[in-house]
C-alpha cells in the first residue's frame, strides 16, 4: 500500500512540477510584457468565466468520481450522462459570462476579447467532467496528464503569442484558449477505450449526478468566491492597475497550496471508494501535518525574499505587489487546514459541510472589502482576505473534528507514529531497511 502510495505521489508531484513551472513562466510573460494594467485587464475579464466554470461544473466531476468509484451505474451509463450535462451546462456558462462582461465589468472591451474569455468554457468544462472518471477510477497518471497538458499548452502559446507575436492582452488569452481547447482531444481518445462517446439522457442517472453534483458545485462556488470576490470588488472600487499588482501577488503565493494540492487528488480518489472512512480519516490529518510543515518552512523563505522574488519575475512596475504577497502569505498558510481537510469531506460524499465556513467567511470577505479596497487599494483587498482565510481555517477545522469525531489536538499534534512513518519513507527512498527499535 505504502509502494501504492508513494507511486502516485511521485506521479502527482512531476504533474504539479510542470503545473507550477508552466504557471510561473506565463505569469512571467504576462507581467513582463502587458504591464500592471495589462495583467489587469486579463484578471477583470477571467474573473467571471473562471467563476461559471465553477458554477457550470456542477460538481459533476466530483458526482462522477463519487459514482465510479461507488460502482453505482455502468461506466458507460455515467460517462453518457456526463456529456449529456455537459452540452446544456456550457451554453448557459457561455451566455451568462458573456453578459456579466458586457454588462457588469468596469471598463469596455473589445468584443474580440470578451469572446476569448468566455469560449474555452465548452472545452474546459468537457476537461473538468471527464476527469471525473479517471478520477474514480484511481487513475492518477491519466488524470494528472488532465492538469498539466494545458497549463504547459498555455505557457507555450501565451510566449508565442505575447512575446514572439506581440498580440497583447488577446494574446494572452488566446494562448489560454488553445491550451484548453486541445486537451479535450486527448481525453475523448483515451475515454473511447472503456466507453462510446455519446451524450444518455437518462433521468435517473442525472438526477442522481445533479443531485450530488449541485450541493459539490455550490460549496466549489461559495469556496471559489472567497479567492475571486477581491479581483471583483478590486476591479469595481480601485484601479486597473491596482488590480494588476494584486493579481500577481496572488499568482506567486497561491502555488504554496501546491503542497495539499500534491496530495488532495490521492486523497479524495481513495476516499471515495474507501471501506474505513475513519482510517483515510486518520491519514489525512497525518498528511495536514506534514504539509503544513513544508508550508511553513515555505512561507518563510517567501516572505524573506519576496522583494527578489517579485523584482525578477516581474520587474520593478510590480513593487506594489511585495507588501500584498506579504499580507497573504499567513492567510494562505492557515487556509492548507481547509485545503487538505475539505478533500476527505468531500470523498465521503459531504461537500455541504465546507459551507459552514465558507459561507460566512466570504460574507467577512465581501464586508472588508468594500471597506478597505476604496482607501488603501491592493493592500486593502489582501488583508481583506486574511482575515477571511483565517476565520475559514479556524471553522473548518472545528467543523471537521466534529464531523469525524476526533478532537482537534489530535488533529493537530504530532505523534509517535507520525515520527516511525517519515522514517519509515525517508528509509524507502534512500533504498534501506527500516530497523526496529528494541
Given at each position: 500500500?505504502?509502494?501504492?502510495f508513494?507511486?502516485?505521489?511521485?506521479?502527482?508531484?512531476?504533474?504539479?512540477?510542470?503545473?507550477?513551472?508552466?504557471?510561473?513562466?506565463?505569469?512571467?510573460?504576462?507581467?513582463?510584457?502587458?504591464?500592471?494594467?495589462?495583467?489587469?485587464?486579463?484578471a477583470?475579464?477571467?474573473?467571471?468565466?473562471?467563476?461559471?466554470?465553477?458554477?457550470?461544473?456542477?460538481?459533476?466531476?466530483?458526482?462522477?468520481?463519487?459514482?465510479?468509484?461507488?460502482?453505482?451505474?455502468?461506466?458507460?451509463?455515467i460517462?453518457?450522462?456526463?456529456?449529456?450535462?455537459?452540452?446544456?451546462?456550457?451554453?448557459?456558462?457561455?451566455?451568462?459570462?458573456?453578459?456579466?462582461?458586457?454588462?457588469?465589468?468596469?471598463?469596455?472591451?473589445?468584443?474580440?476579447?470578451?469572446?476569448?474569455?468566455?469560449?474555452?468554457?465548452?472545452?474546459?468544462?468537457?476537461?473538468?467532467?471527464?476527469?471525473?472518471?479517471?478520477?474514480?477510477?484511481?487513475?492518477?497518471?491519466?488524470?494528472?496528464?488532465?492538469?498539466?497538458?494545458?497549463?504547459?499548452?498555455?505557457?507555450?502559446?501565451?510566449?508565442?503569442?505575447?512575446?514572439?507575436?506581440?498580440?497583447?492582452?488577446?494574446?494572452?488569452?488566446?494562448?489560454?484558449?488553445?491550451?484548453?481547447?486541445?486537451?479535450?482531444?486527448?481525453?475523448?481518445?483515451?475515454?473511447?477505450?472503456?466507453?462510446?462517446?455519446?451524450?444518455?439522457?437518462?433521468?435517473?442517472?442525472?438526477?442522481?449526478?445533479?443531485?450530488?453534483?449541485i450541493?459539490?458545485?455550490?460549496?466549489?462556488?461559495?469556496?471559489?468566491?472567497?479567492?475571486?470576490?477581491?479581483?471583483?470588488?478590486?476591479?469595481?472600487?480601485?484601479?486597473?492597475?491596482?488590480?494588476?499588482?494584486?493579481?500577481?501577488?496572488?499568482?506567486?503565493?497561491?502555488?504554496?497550496?501546491?503542497?495539499?494540492?500534491?496530495?488532495?487528488?490521492?486523497?479524495?480518489?481513495?476516499?471515495?471508494?474507501?471501506?474505513?472512512?475513519?482510517?483515510?480519516?486518520?491519514?489525512?490529518?497525518?498528511?495536514?501535518?506534514?504539509?503544513?510543515?513544508i508550508?511553513?518552512?515555505?512561507?518563510?523563505?517567501?516572505?524573506?525574499?519576496?522583494?527578489?522574488?517579485?523584482?525578477?519575475?516581474?520587474?520593478?512596475?510590480?513593487?506594489?505587489?511585495?507588501?500584498?504577497?506579504?499580507?497573504?502569505?499567513?492567510?494562505?498558510?492557515?487556509?492548507?487546514?481547509?485545503?487538505?481537510?475539505?478533500?476527505?469531506?468531500?470523498?465521503?460524499?459531504?461537500?455541504?459541510?465546507?459551507?459552514?465556513?465558507?459561507?460566512?467567511?466570504?460574507?467577512i470577505?465581501?464586508?472588508?472589502?468594500?471597506?478597505?479596497?476604496p482607501?488603501?487599494?491592493?493592500?486593502?483587498s489582501?488583508?481583506?482576505?486574511?482575515?477571511?482565510?483565517?476565520?475559514?481555517?479556524?471553522?473548518?477545522?472545528?467543523?471537521?473534528?466534529?464531523?469525524?469525531?476526533?478532537?482537534?489536538?489530535?488533529?493537530?499534534?504530532?505523534?509517535?507514529?507520525?515520527?516511525?512513518?517519515?522514517?519509515?519513507?525517508?528509509?524507502?527512498?534512500?533504498?534501506?531497511t527500516?530497523?526496529?527499535?528494541?
Open positions: 500500500m505504502k509502494a501504492s508513494l507511486k502516485e505521489l511521485y506521479s502527482v508531484f512531476v504533474s504539479r512540477v510542470a503545473v507550477i513551472a508552466a504557471g510561473i513562466g506565463g505569469a512571467v510573460v504576462t507581467a513582463r510584457y502587458l504591464g500592471p494594467e495589462g495583467n489587469g485587464v486579463i477583470a475579464l477571467m474573473v467571471y468565466p473562471s467563476l461559471f466554470m465553477t458554477v457550470g461544473s456542477l460538481g459533476i466531476r466530483q458526482a462522477a468520481a463519487y459514482f465510479v468509484g461507488q460502482q453505482k451505474y455502468e461506466l458507460q451509463d460517462y453518457g450522462a456526463v456529456l449529456a450535462i455537459w452540452l446544456v451546462t456550457s451554453v448557459f456558462c457561455v451566455a451568462s459570462s458573456y453578459l456579466l462582461i458586457k454588462f457588469f465589468t468596469k471598463g469596455i472591451y473589445s468584443e474580440t476579447l470578451i469572446l476569448l474569455a468566455v469560449i474555452a468554457i465548452p472545452f474546459s468544462l468537457y476537461s473538468t467532467y471527464s476527469s471525473g472518471i479517471f478520477l474514480g477510477k484511481q487513475d492518477i497518471k491519466e488524470f494528472n496528464k488532465i492538469n498539466w497538458i494545458p497549463a504547459v499548452l498555455n505557457f507555450a502559446f501565451t510566449f508565442i503569442l505575447v512575446a514572439i507575436v506581440p498580440l497583447g492582452v488577446a494574446g494572452s488569452m488566446l494562448g489560454t484558449f488553445i491550451g484548453a481547447a486541445i486537451l479535450p482531444f486527448f481525453i475523448a481518445n483515451k475515454i473511447r477505450k472503456v466507453a462510446v462517446i455519446k451524450p444518455v439522457f437518462n433521468g435517473v442517472i442525472i438526477k442522481g449526478m445533479l443531485s450530488l453534483g450541493v459539490y458545485a455550490i460549496s466549489l462556488l461559495v469556496t471559489a468566491l472567497n479567492y475571486k470576490v477581491d479581483i471583483i470588488l478590486l476591479n469595481k472600487y480601485s484601479t486597473i492597475s491596482e488590480l494588476g499588482i494584486y493579481s500577481k501577488s496572488v499568482n506567486i503565493v497561491q502555488y504554496l497550496w501546491e503542497v495539499p494540492t500534491l496530495v488532495s487528488t490521492i486523497v479524495f480518489s481513495r476516499s471515495v471508494g474507501a471501506k474505513d472512512p475513519q482510517e483515510i480519516s486518520r491519514k489525512v490529518c497525518r498528511l495536514l501535518r506534514f504539509s503544513s510543515v508550508i511553513i518552512f515555505a512561507s518563510i523563505l517567501m516572505f524573506l525574499l519576496s522583494p527578489l522574488i517579485i523584482k525578477v519575475l516581474f520587474g520593478a512596475k510590480f513593487a506594489g505587489s511585495v507588501s500584498v504577497l506579504n499580507i497573504l502569505l499567513p492567510g494562505v498558510l492557515l487556509l492548507t487546514v481547509f485545503k487538505v481537510l475539505n478533500m476527505d469531506i468531500a470523498g465521503k460524499g459531504k461537500p455541504w459541510l465546507s459551507m459552514k465556513a465558507m459561507v460566512p467567511a466570504v460574507i470577505n465581501i464586508l472588508l472589502n468594500i471597506l478597505w479596497v482607501g488603501h487599494g491592493a493592500n486593502g489582501a488583508a481583506a482576505s486574511l482575515v477571511s482565510y483565517t476565520f475559514a481555517s479556524l471553522m473548518f477545522l472545528y467543523v471537521y473534528s466534529k464531523e469525524v469525531k476526533m478532537p482537534i489536538k489530535d488533529i493537530l499534534k504530532f505523534t509517535s507514529e507520525d515520527k516511525e512513518f517519515a522514517r519509515s519513507y525517508i528509509l524507502k527512498f534512500t533504498g534501506k527500516v530497523k526496529h527499535d528494541s
